[in-house]
Structures are given as structure tokens and as C-alpha cells.
Antibody, heavy 120, light 108 residues
């Protein structure tokens, strides 16, 4: 079964660093036809693309959040990790990881999402 | 960065209605445009990719068209399970990807 599952803290304090993990199963992070993104959605608001990592370890980041984001992967653990520094209440959101099929550019598979609240 | 806009931001429709949602890119993206449906509390679901290709398992009442900067998602006969929010997403400017602001479809 092909799945992605996000995990991480439910609550973080302002100024802290958030670390989220996306564990994938049923496909390999070394597959050149696939790559993984992190996408978030504040309550009641739209989807926002955050970061992306390819099988060759090439990475890309949202222009507006680039200074705060780091994406990495551990192929042996089938995990993609996102860190976001200096968290603020406006970063409260559901964070999704999603698999992109490279040739089409479509997100064909999504995790269930993990809700993160930023509050003191 | 390529910016995506959608119109309308929301609409109300009856079951059985034909519904059309528009997505516009700030520059040409060829046909690198995908459509997703999201229901409350759920992850988005892919409906259409490459502007007009129907994802496997998606009902044929959904269709997509367009190229360049202007795209449409059409639901030919709205069903009760179609009430949701719809997002477009461009994959032209790889490795930077963008979603539209969404269109909420609710019951009239």
C-alpha cells in the first residue's frame, strides 16, 4: 500500500523550531519519477506550497519562507523532514506532505496532514 | 514567481447544475495545470492533471480545459458529494509550485 504519513508536535511555542517528518511507504525516495513536497493550510485558508525535494536531493523553497525552511530526506528510513525556524502564531496550520509524479507535475498522493498550533 | 488566481472565490449551486471554475496564471504555464478537490478536514484529492486529463477513478462529470494562462474546471452535473473547495496548481515553474486561492462550492 502506497502511503505518506506526517508526524510531529501538536503544539509549539513562538520562536521555537518546528520539525515535521513525512514517512512514506510503498515507494522509494530514490525513484527518479517521484518527489515530495510539504504544503500547509492555515485554518479556513488556502493551500500554501512550502518546499520540495527530488530523488537526486535537489531542493526548492517558497520564496517568502525560504530563510526559515529546510527540507531533507533519509532514504534508508523512507522519511522526508521539514524544519521551520522562528515559529509564529500565523504558522498555525495543517501541514501536509504529498508525492509528486515528476512527468506530470501532479500531486497524486497526499498524507492525512498534521495539525500544528503555535501558542505560548 | 508565478501567481495563480481563481474565480469566483465561492459559488452556490443546485444539484444538477453545470458549474465552471476559472483559474488564471500570471504568465503562460502551457498545460502544466492540475485541479484538486478538498472536503473539510480532509487532504486534497487530485481530479485533473495536465489541464485536461482525468485522474483515474474520478467521475467523468469533471473535466478541464485551457492552456497558456487561462484554465477552467467544469462539473457537468453537480452531485451532492461535489460540494467542496477546488484548487488549481501550476507545475510549470518547477521546482517552484503554486496553488490558487481556492473556490468554495456550496449548496444553494
Amino acid at each position: 500500500q502506497v502511503t505518506l504519513k506526517e508526524s510531529g508536535p501538536v503544539l509549539v511555542k513562538p520562536t521555537e523550531t518546528l520539525t515535521l517528518t513525512c514517512t512514506v511507504s510503498g515507494f522509494s525516495l530514490t525513484n527518479v519519477r517521484m518527489s515530495v513536497s510539504w504544503i500547509r493550510q492555515p485554518p479556513g485558508k488556502a493551500l500554501e506550497w512550502l518546499a520540495h525535494i527530488f530523488s537526486n536531493d535537489e531542493k526548492s523553497y517558497s520564496t517568502s519562507l525560504k530563510s526559515r525552511l529546510t527540507i531533507s530526506k533519509d532514504t534508508s528510513k523512507s522519511q522526508v523532514v521539514l524544519t521551520m525556524t522562528n515559529m509564529d502564531p500565523v504558522d498555525t496550520a495543517t501541514y501536509y506532505c504529498a508525492r509528486m509524479d515528476i512527468l506530470s507535475g501532479k500531486y497524486s498522493l497526499w498524507g492525512q496532514g498534521t495539525r500544528v498550533t503555535v501558542s505560548s | 514567481d508565478i501567481q495563480m488566481t481563481q474565480s469566483p472565490s465561492s459559488l452556490s449551486a443546485y444539484v444538477g447544475d453545470r458549474v465552471t471554475i476559472t483559474c488564471r496564471a500570471s504568465q503562460s504555464i502551457s498545460s502544466y495545470l492540475n485541479w484538486y478537490q478538498q472536503k473539510p478536514g480532509k487532504a486534497p484529492k487530485l481530479l485533473i492533471y495536465a489541464a485536461s486529463s482525468l485522474e483515474s477513478g474520478v467521475p467523468a462529470r469533471f473535466s478541464g480545459s485551457g492552456s497558456g494562462t487561462d484554465f477552467t474546471l467544469t462539473i457537468s452535473s453537480l452531485q451532492p458529494e461535489d460540494f467542496a473547495t477546488y484548487y488549481c496548481q501550476q507545475s510549470y515553474s518547477t521546482p517552484l509550485f503554486t496553488f490558487g486561492p481556492g473556490t468554495k462550492v456550496d449548496i444553494k
